[in-house]
């Protein structure tokens, strides 16, 4: 059972930068691939980025590919998402995830067995 924590949430204006983290406790944290989901108001849950076990690996919406950047510190169970050049309909609660088996499949929220309770993120314009 892995529990995890998300932080780092905030508000911000457009243009800005916030750095996510999602720790990670309970669990073999580096057998677990990881993702960040979002949801906004009114909208269902949505894929944003995700890393493998090792951190090799990453994929990323296309939403926000080049601003957001997902890396992970298996030393200290940590997951982070760098959201550069923040946009207003970047806001919205932000998720992370841990998923067991292969790298794939991975933008799929079925696929993930533990969440974070979320961190709010907000950009102003």
């Known amino acids: 059972q892995v529990q995890l924590e998300e932080s780092g949430g905030g508000l911000v204006q457009a243009g800005g930068s916030l750095r996510l983290s999602c720790a990670a406790s309970?669990?073999?944290?580096?057998?677990?691939?990881m993702g960040w989901f979002r949801q906004a108001p009114g909208k269902e849950r949505e894929f944003v980025a995700a890393v493998s076990r090792g951190g090799s690996s990453t994929y990323y919406a296309d939403s926000v590919k080049g601003r957001f950047t997902i890396s992970r510190d298996n030393a200290k169970n940590t997951v982070y998402l760098q959201m550069n050049s923040l946009k207003p309909e970047d806001t919205a609660v932000y998720y992370c995830?841990?998923?067991?088996?292969?790298?794939?499949?991975?933008?799929?929220?079925?696929?993930?067995?533990?969440w974070g309770q979320g961190t709010q993120v907000t950009v102003s314009s």
């Open positions: 995830a841990a998923k067991q088996g292969p790298f794939a499949r991975v933008l799929a929220l079925g696929e993930y067995a533990y």
């Open positions: 309970g669990g073999t944290f580096s057998s677990y691939g």
